[in-house]
């Protein structure tokens, strides 16, 4: 991909959301870690999950946290909604790919977690960050975006099933909650093949479940 960083702008833009409300993205700062996972933890928490998984309602803080780490991550992306002073809302990305079926890979994006505080979420938050960033990756040169998601919630954003592109799981499936988007036209035309996402989603729920204890709160 072409990484044009001294050429493109990430700085802070204000978005006018429906309501009239405005708030800053902006990307995050090495300060804002921390208050990003307790954010994306507040976002993610289920009572009910917590009793399923032996205390822990949500393991997305923790993939926050290892994702800043990953050699996929893709920091230009990394942004924030901060509202009156307050980060409400996050997105992170990282670099995945399509193998193909003549057996040549091709870099696309993938995003998540997306994050935003309970109190602010059915306001537009989310789709101010996602938005605001599919910009920014055409801008660097990326193509498209393959997401596993709520398949009611994202084809307003242009979603489309990856099975209309004949992209597949590794496993060769399809279902609705497999989307892709082309952020270029035509995009994804000839690349009909398996998606494969980064290692660092993999997710150890053990591991997860001892990082949690750094946060306060909602405890089982």
């Known amino acids: 991909m072409d990484n044009r960083e001294n050429s493109i702008s990430s700085a802070a833009d204000e978005y006018i959301l429906p309501g009239g409300m405005r708030v800053i993205l902006r990307p995050e700062r090495g300060e804002d870690r921390r208050e990003v996972e307790c954010l994306t933890r507040e976002a993610f928490w289920k009572e009910e999950t917590a009793r399923i998984r032996e205390g822990i309602g949500a393991d997305e803080h923790y993939l926050a946290h290892l994702m800043r780490m990953a050699p996929e991550f893709v920091p230009e992306f990394d942004f924030v909604a901060e509202y009156d002073g307050r980060i409400v809302g996050s997105i992170l990305y990282c670099k995945a790919f399509i193998k193909k079926k003549n057996g040549t890979e091709r870099t696309v994006l993938t995003f ?3 994050s935003v505080l309970p109190e602010f979420q059915r306001m537009g938050i ?4 996602i938005r605001h960033t599919f910009g920014l990756a055409a801008d660097f040169g990326y193509d498209a975006v393959l997401i596993y998601g709520h ?4 084809p307003r954003f242009g979603f489309r099933e990856a ?3 004949g992209i597949t799981t590794p496993d060769g499936e399809s279902f609705p909650a ?3 988007k082309e ?3 035509g995009a994804l035309k000839d690349s009909a093949g398996s998606f494969h996402i980064p290692s660092v989603y993999n997710v150890d729920v053990r591991k997860a479940k001892e990082f949690d204890k750094q946060f306060t709160g909602k405890k089982a």
Do not use: N, Q, T, V
């Not at 989310?126 to 960050?129: I, Q, S, T, V, W």
């Not at 398949?151 to 994202?154: A, F, I, L, V």
């Open 126 to 129: 989310g789709g101010a960050l």
């Open 151 to 154: 398949p009611e919630y994202y």
């Open 112 to 114: 998540g977690p997306i």
């Open 183 to 185: 952020l270029i036209p």
């Open 163 to 165: 099975s209309e592109y």
């Open 178 to 180: 497999f989307m892709a």
